[in-house]
């Protein structure tokens, strides 16, 4: 990416990788398009070496691709340990049960229907290794619903959401009543206007080679 990186685009990026570096780490970011919301997250999340995704918004995606595409970070999150951020925009909302998934999964961890009853015990000893190893205690023999909670623990830890929403429009105030999690489970950084300094960076930079 072509970047320019000016003091207040520095102190939004700070702000990102603090977050996702949180264990249980989720943030929304809050300003209108072109503001460089993901931009600065791709780049936070390379910084702080985790995996990044994005789904890939086609015609036909809908709620079972996207529980399909949660299913595989929880994969990655959770047995696997590894850091993930998984960044969603609100022109990618195609519909609002998509945040109804994100609300229950960033107030619960969990998303009614994602994992199916039968693969709950598989997922669990999977995570037995991982969990003496946390724990450990060696030769410990825990139960399936304590392996699923530590699974679910391990997955807030290192799943972090960051939301990319712009204020514009009633939308955005009526997903606030709607889906409270969303916001009371995020840390809320406003993308206000770049300041003078900001624009004649950029301008500089692109019309330094003419």
């Not at 004649?200 to 301008?203: E, W």
């Given at each position: 990416m072509n970047l320019v990186i000016f003091d207040d685009a520095l102190k939004h990026l700070l702000r990102i990788c603090r977050i996702i570096n949180t264990p249980s780490g989720n943030i929304l970011l809050v300003g209108v398009g072109g503001s460089g919301k993901q931009s600065l997250t791709k780049l936070a999340s390379y910084t702080c070496?985790?995996?990044f995704f994005q789904i890939s918004l086609t015609k036909t995606y809908?709620?079972?691709n996207l529980k399909?595409?949660?299913k595989n970070l929880y994969t990655e999150a959770g047995p696997k340990g590894n850091s993930v951020t998984f960044i969603l925009t609100d022109s990618e909302v195609k519909?609002?049960?998509f945040l109804e998934a994100i609300n229950s999964m960033l107030a619960t961890g969990e998303?009614?229907?994602l994992i199916p009853k039968d693969e709950k015990d598989v997922v669990s000893l999977e995570c037995k290794n991982v969990y003496i190893k946390d724990t450990g205690i060696?030769?410990?023999d825990p139960t399936i619903p304590e392996l699923w909670t530590f699974f679910i623990n391990r997955v807030k830890d290192c799943l972090h959401m960051v939301l990319a929403f712009s204020p514009v429009g009633v939308k955005f105030r009526e997903r606030a009543q709607k889906f409270p999690a969303v916001f009371a489970s995020c840390s809320i950084d406003w993308f206000l206007p770049w300041?003078?300094?900001a624009l004649?960076?950029?301008?500089s930079k692109k019309m330094g080679g003419f």
């Open positions: 070496k985790q995996i809908n709620d079972n399909d595409d949660i519909s609002e049960s998303i009614p229907g060696k030769g410990a300041p003078e300094e004649v960076s950029v301008s």
